[in-house]
């Protein structure tokens, strides 16, 4: 069974960075989608990027599209939400996401989720 523990949330200024982590363990992400989730207070849980399972095709939300990229480290069975000009509306839980949905698209649910990392953007 996959198991994903995020970290990485903090207190950070509007325009700063901050940098997630996702770590998997149970079995390896090779073969599987991987997404990263943003749940705003107040708000729905929306998926503000991803990477498909194969071939591995990136998708960003216009939303952060520009400011924020995804990557992963196989090796370290890990990936990661790099987040740069960070906005207040950025503020929320974080939720890094896996799916075993095999296609060049990212799937449109997710099987495995982490706990949730908060991140807070103000001054």
């Known amino acids: 069974q996959l198991r994903l523990v995020e970290s990485g949330g903090a207190l950070v200024q509007p325009g700063g960075s901050l940098s997630l982590s996702c770590v998997a363990s149970g079995e390896t992400l090779d073969e599987y989608s991987i997404g990263w989730f943003h749940e705003a207070p107040g708000k729905e849980r929306v998926r503000v990027s991803c990477?498909?399972?194969?071939?591995?095709?990136?998708y960003y939300a216009d939303s952060v599209k520009g400011r924020f990229t995804i990557s992963s480290d196989n090796a370290k069975n890990t990936f990661y939400l790099h987040m740069n000009r960070l906005k207040p509306e950025d503020t929320g839980v974080y939720y890094c996401?896996?799916?075993?949905?095999?296609?060049?698209?990212?799937?449109?649910?997710?099987?495995?989720w982490g706990q949730g990392t908060q991140v807070t953007v103000s001054s």
């Open positions: 990477i498909a399972s194969s071939p591995k095709n990136t």
């Open positions: 996401t896996a799916d075993r949905f095999q296609s060049s698209a990212c799937p449109l649910s997710y099987d495995f």
